[in-house]
Structures are given as structure tokens and as C-alpha cells.
């Protein structure tokens, strides 16, 4: 069964950085589009931040974070990154990551279309 596993998050001031990183074994690379996904406290939907093609051809970003969240993949590694640069308070949440046997068209696939999820990785922006 397909698993992926999240790590990096922790507390940071706001204006910081943080880099997540999720470990895919074989997803990677066979075909597989994966995104970052989070829920922020008292909200029950996943908001969709970021993801990528399996080729790495296709990135796409929620509104909310262009300019400012970076996803890559290191298919040698097998692992998915998203590097979150002057995050806000606003950025607290749970961060999942997601990958399915989709394209990735013109958007970001919906989290419905996601099959595979991990445990997500807490992050907290606080002074």
C-alpha cells in the first residue's frame, strides 16, 4: 500500500522559514502528482497550497502563498519539498502531503482526487 510521511514542521517566528519535506517511496517518479495541502484550526476543509506534476513540468500554487512557498521533488530521494519562506500567522496549520496516479491540468487537483495522504506535519507561526 502506497504511503507517504511528512516532516519539518515546528514553531517559527513570522517573517521565518521552514522546509517540509514528505517521503514518497515510489511516487515520485511513476507517474504521480502530489501536493501540499493544510487545515488551519476550526476549519474543516484541507485548503490546497501548492503541487506538482509527476514530470515536474506543472507547478501550481494556492493564492494564498505565491510568491512565497516553493514545492520541488527529488525523485533520487523520493521525496517531495515545500520551502515556506516569510510565513505569517496565518500560515498555522496541519500540513499534509498527497499524491494519486492524476494529471495535473491547468490547477491543482482537488484533495477529493487525492488517494494517498500522510499523518501531516504541524506548523506554527507565532511570535
Known amino acids: 500500500q502506497a504511503r507517504v510521511q511528512e516532516s519539518g514542521g515546528g514553531l517559527v517566528q513570522p517573517g521565518g522559514s521552514l522546509k517540509l519535506s514528505c517521503r514518497a517511496p515510489g511516487l515520485t517518479s511513476d507517474g504521480y502528482a502530489m501536493g501540499w495541502f493544510r487545515q488551519r484550526p476550526g476549519k474543516e476543509q484541507r485548503e490546497g497550497i501548492a503541487?506538482?506534476?509527476?514530470?515536474?513540468?506543472?507547478?501550481y500554487y494556492g493564492d494564498s502563498v505565491e510568491g512565497r512557498f516553493t514545492i520541488s521533488r527529488d525523485n533520487a530521494e523520493n521525496t517531495l519539498y515545500l520551502q515556506m519562506n516569510s510565513l505569517k500567522p496565518e500560515d498555522t496549520a496541519m500540513y499534509y502531503c498527497?499524491?494519486?496516479?492524476?494529471?495535473?491540468?491547468?490547477?491543482?487537483?482537488?484533495?477529493?482526487?487525492?488517494?494517498?495522504w500522510g499523518q501531516g506535519t504541524q506548523v506554527t507561526v507565532s511570535s
Open positions: 498527497a499524491a494519486d496516479s492524476i494529471p495535473v491540468g491547468r490547477a491543482c487537483p482537488e484533495a477529493t482526487e487525492f488517494g494517498v
Open positions: 503541487c506538482l506534476s509527476w514530470s515536474g513540468e506543472r507547478a
